[in-house]
T-cell receptor, first 115, second 113 residues
Framework: GDSVTQMEGPVTLSEEAFLTINCTYT??????LFWYVQYPGEGLQLLLK?????DKGSNKGFEATYRKETTSFHLEKGSVQVSDSAVYFC??????????????FGTGTLLAVQP | DAGVIQSPRHEVTEMGQEVTLRCKPI?????LFWYRQTMMRGLELLIY????????DSGMPEDRFSAKMPNASFSTLKIQPSEPRDSAVYFC???????????FGEGSRLTVL
């Protein structure tokens, strides 16, 4: 079945360091891919998305490129801030001949940025 | 703009009691989702509705769980009887269309003693 695998955390970085959080997926058809972020005590928020191969999603300095050949959607940011500390979830939405809203989430990666 | 509103934010109850969690989706959103988050299993989709009709309830763990959406602005998730293993954060989310962009509430943290 469809699934998402993301790197385990926690990831601990110093402020202004480069961030990569790996995400790979298994899916039939042409899924859409997402990164969601969860700040402490809050619900998840959509960070960025990509709906087809080679699309790059970007938001708030974060970016991820939909790589169909490697079935990956790695999240990157050039310079992290303390305020980026949160749990990051990779997710996919299967495409069964039509768009769906049934998101399948990875296990989440905790990012801790130290000043 | 008001987001997805969930209540209660925290609930502590004893095993065997009935628990009802409530959700008000964003106005105009046609899709509503119930997710459960635990350390062991991460985020699990329990059920989702489209235009108040349940579309997929394959994630509902067992008959003790039930969900309803009597109208476009209200949904409930009920657990009866509750068990300690039901302890989790339950999230409600809504979406305006089938794009995978969900808007989550702040969650209801349930503790069953």
């Amino acid at each position: 079945g469809d699934s998402v695998t993301q790197m385990e955390g926690p990831v601990t970085l110093s402020e202004e360091a480069f961030l990569t959080i790996n995400c790979t997926y298994t899916a039939t058809g042409y899924p859409s891919l997402f990164w969601y972020v969860q700040y402490p005590g809050e619900g998840l928020q959509l960070l960025l998305k990509a709906t087809k191969a080679d699309d790059k999603g970007s938001n708030k300095g974060f970016e991820a490129t939909y790589r169909k050949e490697t079935t990956s959607f790695h999240l990157e940011k050039g310079s992290v801030q303390v305020s980026d500390s949160a749990v990051y979830f990779c997710a996919l939405s299967p495409y069964y001949g039509g768009a769906t809203n049934k998101l399948i989430f990875g296990t989440g990666t905790l990012l801790a940025v130290q000043p | 703009d008001a987001g997805v509103i969930q209540s209660p934010r925290h609930e502590v109850t004893e095993m065997g009691q009935e628990v009802t969690l409530r959700c008000k989706p964003i106005s105009g959103h046609d899709y509503l989702f119930w997710y459960r988050q635990t350390m062991m299993r991460g985020l699990e989709l329990l059920i989702y509705f489209n235009n108040n009709v349940p579309i997929d309830d394959s994630g509902m763990p067992e008959d003790r769980f039930s969900a309803k959406m009597p109208n476009a602005s209200f949904s409930t998730l009920k657990i009866q009887p509750s068990e300690p293993r039901d302890s989790a954060v339950y999230f409600c989310a809504s979406s305006p269309r089938a794009t995978g962009e969900l808007f989550f509430g702040e969650g209801s943290r349930l503790t069953v003693l």
